[in-house]
């Protein structure tokens, strides 16, 4: 116990998965407008070319709608993730 103690005052500095948890968390609060723009542009393309090709239900438009947001949702994701796990 007192070595976990005098090992702690050796070394103030936070552990990197801390800071990983805490940037992470800092940059899932920002919106990234751009990155979730795009998601929801290419999802709406996927969408349309995949629409066109399906008979007018109302079943298939709700599942279509969502295509967009599932899209931007993951894409914006993988950009925090790839600015997490990024190496200087």
Do not use: W
């Amino acid at each position: 116990m007192s070595k976990n103690l005098a090992a702690e005052a050796q070394n103030p500095l936070p552990s990197p998965i801390c800071s990983d948890r805490a940037e992470s968390s800092q940059l899932h609060q920002q919106s990234h407008v751009f990155i979730v723009s795009l998601g929801a542009i290419l999802g709406v393309l996927i969408s349309l070319s995949i629409g066109y090709h399906l008979r007018t239900t109302a079943i298939n438009m709700m599942l279509l709608s969502l295509i967009p947001l599932a899209l931007s949702y993951v894409l914006r994701e993988v950009y925090i993730y790839t600015l997490t796990h990024m190496q200087d």
